[in-house]
């Protein structure tokens, strides 16, 4: 089973409150099977891109994906999973490595940067999360 997943994570200030937004879809993008924000208290904007890959690498596992296509807009988080930027900022060293193992634990999985207007979903759930200041989930297999 392969998962199309669309994450999120953002900062109110550098550090600040932040929170993360995941939706994972079916590899079409018609049916959404998971949709969350996630409240992450006071990190970078960076530390919450990273977390937003952990949470969502942990519920596709928990769906049982085998396999998953990442999309993101954080650019730097992207290019640094991908191997073309090297992780220099201390924070991140430890995401970077959860997440790279979080990864090798799928059959497959590819990761992609896009535009800002391309991951809308993710952006809205993780501003959601923020204004609440708490963890909102919006859909979820569990609730199906």
């Known amino acids: ?20 937004g995941v939706c994972i879809t079916t590899p079409d993008g018609d049916t959404a099977l998971h949709e969350a924000g996630y409240w992450l208290g006071e990190l970078t904007n960076n530390e919450a891109e990273y977390q937003g890959l952990l949470h969502a690498l942990k519920a596709a596992a928990e769906l049982g994906f085998e396999s998953v296509t990442i999309r993101s807009d954080s650019e730097l988080m992207v290019k640094q999973i991908k191997g073309e930027y090297r992780v220099k900022a201390p924070n991140l060293k430890p995401l970077f490595a959860t997440a790279r193992e979080r990864l ?39 609730s199906a």
């Open 104 to 142: 090798d634990s799928f059959r497959g999985w590819s990761i992609e940067h896009v535009r800002r207007e391309k991951n809308k979903r993710a952006d809205q759930l993780a501003n959601l999360a923020m204004d609440a200041r708490r963890d909102v989930v919006e859909t979820s297999a569990d």
């Open 1 to 20: 089973m392969q998962a199309l997943i669309h994450i999120d994570g953002g900062a109110r200030g550098n550090p600040g409150p932040a929170a993360a």
